[in-house]
């Protein structure tokens, strides 16, 4: 299979990470749009032009199906680009259900980016699973940034975050929900943050078992060997240098947990 991926930057990289890892043999085709990076502060018309601009790209190298690897993207957009394109379009939510399901008497803290704090999406489905009222939301902007920049356990990382944070009391808490893919990548900053008692759950498996359904409905093939292209906005990413961070980051995924 031929599998898209995008978001505005490295954040995406999470769910490839997953991909990898539970579709081993298939071709990758990786887009970030750092060319309008960050998404998270801007409008859902301009995130509705940037995401089509994104897909229209990967279908035309050829993918079976894209995956929007981003759920800023998946509020703001997911609806119109399953209905503007005929392959697959693969949104991902933060995994506040599973979060809620686990069950526990204590709150879950999802932290996302401003839009999707805000979005409809987000708030339908907390209105539809937190029966408990036991779900709260955090924009945590600012560590998009920080993530594009590659610095994950700064003292500015943690400035920023005891700042943000100041007002949870971890002791009120025993879960918290990834709604952003680029929010991986703090999790150590997170937990020496929140406590060691604190779990950590994002929807990325959620979301490849999903493409692998689709896939398998529609008869595709595997690739039998792995490849990964990565484009920054449309352009192929071939130097060295840039190709090293994507792999570096994909190596941060597997020792941040
Ligand atoms: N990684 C993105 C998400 O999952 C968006 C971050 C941004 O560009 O603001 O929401």
């Known amino acids: 299979m031929k599998i898209g991926m995008f978001d505005s930057g490295i954040g995406g990289l999470t769910i490839l990470h997953t991909a990898i890892r539970m579709l081993p043999q298939e071709a990758y085709f990786y ?17 509705r032009a940037y995401s089509d601009a994104a897909i229209g790209f990967l279908e035309s190298l050829g993918c079976d199906a894209v995956v929007i690897a981003c759920n800023t993207a998946t509020s703001a957009a997911a609806t119109y680009l399953r209905e503007k394109y005929t392959i697959p379009v693969i949104g991902i ?14 709150r879950i803290l999802v932290i996302a980016t401003p839009l999707t704090t805000r979005e409809k999406k987000l708030h339908d489905l907390v209105d539809r699973v937190d029966n408990q009222h036991q779900v709260d939301l955090l924009a945590l ?31 009120r808490y025993e879960t918290l929900v990834f709604g952003c893919t680029h929010f991986n990548h703090f999790a150590k900053a997170l937990r020496d943050i929140l406590g060691p008692n604190i779990q950590m759950i994002d929807g ?3 979301t490849i078992r ?15 060997k792995l490849s990964i292209h990565y484009y920054q906005s449309g352009r192929e ?15 941060h995924l597997e020792n941040v947990k």
Do not use: C, W
Not at 210 to 224: I, N, T, V, W
Not at 237 to 251: G, P
């Open 31 to 47: 887009y970030a749009d750092t060319d309008h990076v960050p998404y998270g502060t801007k409008s859902v018309e301009e995130i």
């Open 93 to 106: 939510e933060p995994a506040v259900k599973p979060a809620v399901e686990k069950g526990g008497n204590k």
């Open 141 to 171: 902007p600012g560590l998009v940034s920080f993530a594009e920049q590659g610095e994950f356990d700064s003292p500015a990382v943690y400035a920023y975050l005891k700042e943000s944070l100041k007002d949870i009391d971890p002791a």
């Open 204 to 206: 990325s498996e959620g």
């Open 210 to 224: 999903h493409l692998q359904h689709r896939m398998d409905a529609a008869g595709k093939q595997s690739e039998g």
């Open 237 to 251: 990413v071939n130097d060295t240098s840039t190709l090293q961070f994507y792999e570096s980051l994909l190596e």
